[in-house]
């Protein structure tokens, strides 16, 4: 499950060796460049990090400071603000085609249909759907039901009655990537299927309220994880938020589970998805011979939401809401 995860996400396999090129793209060695940083930061301990503080104050400068830095490095971790407003424009043309699915969602539609809905709404929005022919992916849209986590492929099969369903778009607008995906409740769905899905939601929003300059991304995780297993549900741990405007998946990646406090410092100028996906049941996954379609490996339900946020100084902005 790992090796998916990572390709899908871009990277290679395993950690970070001291000798490795640098994440970030500066060329230099990993102990050279971001190790020590990152370090301090998980440890709470680097310079102007780890306390959340008022909007102008020393230390939300001294980390807008470190932000400018990052992205003389790596240009594609810190946005500026002109690539955030494109990125703005891009999330919120899928925002308004996943409004054009919530509007025609019912059983007897199929998954195929859902697909010609997005890739003619997008087109017509000027945009391209970013996942069509992504390493291989041979529609313009993800469409998860029931069981399916995520990556399901468009095909006849027809929703039913009590379905629940994961629509997944990404625009690529003026050459900017905007990530959002929404959950759909077809016709008279049971008791703990539609609690499933709100839970979920709520996970998204508990995550959100995490993004703050000098925040962490184990935060983000933190809050989802205690929810969702509050709930009796649990976090799949194959896939991941991911960085994302230049490129469909970046710097940083964003687990829905973790530690407060440690993993990746939040800088303003990021720019990433949040996108929860909570099991009724086991958290493990697999892949169907398609390559693409992960399920649950229990049978048991499956739920997720996704939106695109940017680190703000002083808080969060919710790009694709």
């Known amino acids: 499950m790992r090796e998916m995860r990572e390709a899908i996400e871009g990277r290679s396999a395993g950690p970070l060796g001291r000798n490795d090129p640098c994440h970030c793209g500066s060329g230099k060695k990993y102990k050279a460049c971001h190790l020590n940083a990152e370090q301090a930061a998980q440890r709470g301990t680097a310079p102007g990090l780890g306390q959340p503080a008022a909007p102008g104050s020393r230390h939300v400068q001294r980390i807008a400071g470190a932000g400018a830095r990052l992205h003389r490095h790596n240009p594609t971790l810190i946005k500026t603000p002109a690539q955030i407003e494109g990125i703005r424009q891009s999330c919120q043309a899928t925002r308004r085609i996943l409004d054009l699915v919530e509007a025609r969602i019912r059983a007897g539609v199929t998954t195929e249909e859902i697909n010609t809905w997005v890739h003619e709404a997008t087109l017509a929005a000027g945009a391209i759907p970013a996942p069509l022919n992504y390493r291989g992916f041979p529609k313009s849209v993800c469409t998860s039901i029931n069981e399916v986590v995520c990556h399901g492929i468009p095909e006849q099969r027809a929703l039913q009655d009590g379905d629940i369903l994961n629509v997944d778009v990404t625009c690529i607008l003026h050459g900017y990537y905007g990530d959002a995906s929404r959950m759909f409740l077809v016709g008279d769905v049971k008791p703990e299927a539609r609690r499933l899905v709100q839970v979920t939601r709520e996970c998204l929003e508990l995550g959100i309220k995490q993004v703050r300059p000098g925040g962490f ?105």
């Open 217 to 321: 991304v184990g935060d983000i995780g933190q809050a989802i994880q205690a929810h969702a297993e509050g709930a009796d549900f649990s976090v799949v741990r194959d896939f991941v938020g991911h960085g994302v405007g230049i490129r469909f998946h970046e710097e940083p990646q964003i687990p829905h589970f973790g530690t407060r406090g440690r993993g990746h410092a939040l800088l303003p100028g990021m720019v990433f998805t949040i996108e929860p996906m909570i099991n009724a049941g086991d958290w493990r996954v697999d892949i169907l011979e398609d390559g693409w379609t992960a399920v649950t490996r229990d049978g048991s339900w499956s739920a997720q939401f996704e939106h695109t946020v940017t680190v703000t100084s002083s808080g969060v902005d919710v790009l694709s809401a």
